[in-house]
Structures are given as C-alpha cells and as structure tokens.
C-alpha cells in the first residue's frame, strides 16, 4: 500500500501542541488531507458536540478554513431606553431570567444603565443567554486573576463582549474554545515572567502588550531567556523596549531556535574571509603591496 505523507508548518504544528486539544488536531489532519469538512464528523467518529469543539478551537488558532463571521461594523450603536428595558423584563422571558443570572453572578443588583448593556448584549451583539452567562464568568475570573477584589463593571465585560461579537464567539463550543486558548496563553506569560523574573506582582497594560507580542511569535523555549540574558548584559536590567528590539530582529530573521540564533549571530561576528581563506579585499590589498614593491 502507497503511503502518503502530509507536510504541515512548524508554526501549525505548535499551535496545535498549545492548545492541547486530541480532537482539533485530528480534525485538522483531517481536513487538511483534502478531506470534505462536511464529512468529518461521520469519518472521525465525533459526536456533535465533539465536532462542535474542535472546530470551534481550529478557528480560535485560525486554522478553519472557511472564513469567520463578518464583524461587527463600525458606527453608532443602538441606544435603548428604559421603556425597551421594562418592555424586555415584561415581555422576553428569557430575558428576565438573563437578568437574574447575571445579578446573581455580579452579587448585586443592576441599575438602569446597566441593563441597557445588558440588553444591547441580546439584541445588537446577538449573544444567546448562556453565552452572555458564561462572559460575565470569564471577566469575573479574569479580574481576580489580576489581583482585583471586586467584580468588574457592566462597562468592563461590555467591551469583552464586543470582542467576542467580533471573533464569532456566540455558541457554548465558541466561548469555551476561546476560554481554553486564553487559559494556554496565561500559563505561557507565567512561565515568560519567571523567565523575566518578575514576582509578586502583575504585568502592566504596557508590558502585557509586549509579553503578548513575543508570544505571538511562536519562539523555541529558550528564546526568551536567550534575548533577557543578552538585554541584561548589554543594558545591566531588563529593558522591554530594548528586548523588544532583539526579539523583533530575530523574527524578522526568521530565526525561531536558540540554535538558529546562535548560527545567525556568529556569521555576523565572522569577517569575511576569516574561515582560513583571504577574502577579495585582503588579496586585493596585497597585490597593491606587491606591485608597489
């Protein structure tokens, strides 16, 4: 029997590996063999929901191939009055018990204001309840995950909630798959900041969005404590700016192994023709010694 073998990307394969998920991988395997997508629950033995997941965490790491919801267009938003908010509480069952879940998440009740963006969750972004219950969940671990002790604003989980519009994120598959990928980054910017030897503290706004970025570039283990040494011997501490500036240089690169790196760095502290041979400018240097006598 003819064996055939598929050649997937580095950078494919560690996004599989990250979101250590047996049935994404698979599907992808699958689909990308040339396979029919339509086909794949029956050939794979997946139940729904199991399809349901799989797919929903290859298009959180961008590898579904078909393309994702259009987003939210930018414009004015809707502004809904309290007469639409007393007309949902009597009229939309399920609004009302929206209502109640979310009090009871937040230990509060909610003012007017608030269940205007309650409602614009249900009508303008389209999310169904148990997605909306399930948002709410994520930013109140989210907060004290950052050391806050109070659950966050209506204002607060209403611009995760425009997030999630954008992505697509509006089943139980969707949310829970996008939960899972922001629990895997979490544990990678821990273990970037034991490597950075930052302890007791969170990472501010400014240094999450450079910590981020570097994850985002998919290195080897060992990249990072390779461009920390290197900003720390050349700077005498840790310099985000100045590690940025290496970590983008070795990208730009291509390099994505300390190995790499290390080849690449002593081809440039090599000069030419230092391998043993005289370069073109050494042997043209000694003819014009030789023809001057």
């Known amino acids: 029997m003819q064996m055939e073998f598929l050649t997937i990307e580095e950078a494919v394969v560690r996004k599989l590996l990250g979101a250590a998920s047996g049935d994404a991988a698979l599907l992808y395997l699958y689909i990308h063999s040339g396979a029919e997508i339509a086909a794949a629950e029956k050939a794979l033995g997946f139940t729904q929901t199991r399809m349901s997941c799989a797919a929903a965490t290859l298009r959180q790491l961008g590898l579904w191939p078909e393309e994702r919801k259009t987003p939210i267009l ?17 009229g939309d069952k399920s609004f009302r018990l929206l209502y109640g879940e979310v009090q009871r998440l937040m230990g509060r009740s909610l003012n007017t204001e608030e269940l205007k963006i309650l409602l614009s969750f249900v009508r303008y972004l389209g999310l169904p309840s148990e997605v909306i219950s399930v948002l709410v969940s994520y930013c109140k671990e989210r907060a004290r995950r950052r050391g806050s002790l109070r659950n966050p604003s209506l204002r607060t989980i209403e611009k995760e909630a425009y997030s999630w519009a954008e992505q697509g994120i509006d089943t139980l598959e969707e949310a829970a798959a996008y939960i899972h990928n922001q629990s895997v980054r979490n544990s990678k910017l821990q273990q970037l900041m034991a490597q950075l030897q930052i302890r007791g503290r969170s990472l501010t706004q400014a240094e999450e969005k450079y910590a981020s970025s570097w994850l985002e570039m998919d290195f080897e283990d060992g990249v990072i404590a390779l461009a920390y040494e290197k900003t720390c011997v050349n700077t005498g501490g840790l310099s985000w700016p100045y590690m940025n500036k290496i970590l983008n240089s070795w990208h730009t690169a291509g390099y994505k192994t300390a190995e790499q790196i290390r080849n690449g760095d002593r081809k440039k502290d090599v000069p030419k023709g230092a391998s043993g041979e005289l370069g073109e400018a050494e042997m043209e240097a000694i003819r014009r010694l030789l023809q001057e006598g």
């Open 74 to 90: 930018p414009g004015e938003r809707p502004s809904y009055s309290e007469k639409d908010v007393l007309d949902a509480m009597d």
